[in-house]
C-alpha cells in the first residue's frame, strides 16, 4: 500500500488549496478513504471522508461548508478542496486508508501554512 500527497503549500488567510492523495497497492475503489490533519502540539484529527463510491462524505463541524472531499475511482485518487483557509487549518495533512484486520495505512503528509 502507499499513499502520496502532494498539494500543500503556504496560503494566505481566505485563499484555496486543493490537496490530492494518489493510491496504489490495494483494490481503491472498495474503502472509504479519509483526510486527517495534525497541528503543532495538537493530537491528529479526522478532516473529512468519503465512502468508497463516492457517494457519501462527511466532515468534522470546524471545515464544513469550506472543505470538499472527492475521490476518482478510475485514477485511485481521492482529493481535498480547502477554501476560504483560516490560521487555524494550518496542520499537516494526511491521507488515510483504513483496512480493518489487515491494518491501516498513512501517507508521508503534506504542510498546509496559511499565514499572511
Known amino acids: 500500500v502507499q499513499l502520496v500527497e502532494s498539494g500543500g503549500g503556504l496560503v494566505q488567510p481566505g485563499g484555496s488549496l486543493r490537496l490530492s492523495c494518489a493510491a496504489s497497492?490495494?483494490?481503491?475503489?472498495?474503502?472509504?478513504m479519509r483526510w486527517y490533519r495534525q497541528a503543532p502540539g495538537k493530537e491528529r484529527e479526522r478532516v473529512a471522508r468519503i465512502s468508497s463510491s463516492g457517494g457519501f462524505t462527511d466532515y468534522t463541524d470546524s471545515v464544513k461548508g469550506r472543505f470538499t472531499i472527492s475521490r476518482d475511482n478510475d485514477k485511485n485518487t481521492v482529493d481535498l478542496q480547502m477554501n476560504n483557509l483560516k490560521s487555524e487549518d494550518t496542520a499537516v495533512y494526511y491521507c488515510?486508508?483504513?483496512?480493518?484486520?489487515?491494518?491501516?495505512?498513512w501517507g508521508q503528509g503534506t504542510q498546509v501554512t496559511v499565514s499572511s
Open positions: 497497492g490495494f483494490a481503491f475503489s472498495f474503502y472509504d
Open positions: 488515510h486508508l483504513d483496512r480493518g484486520v489487515l491494518g491501516d495505512f
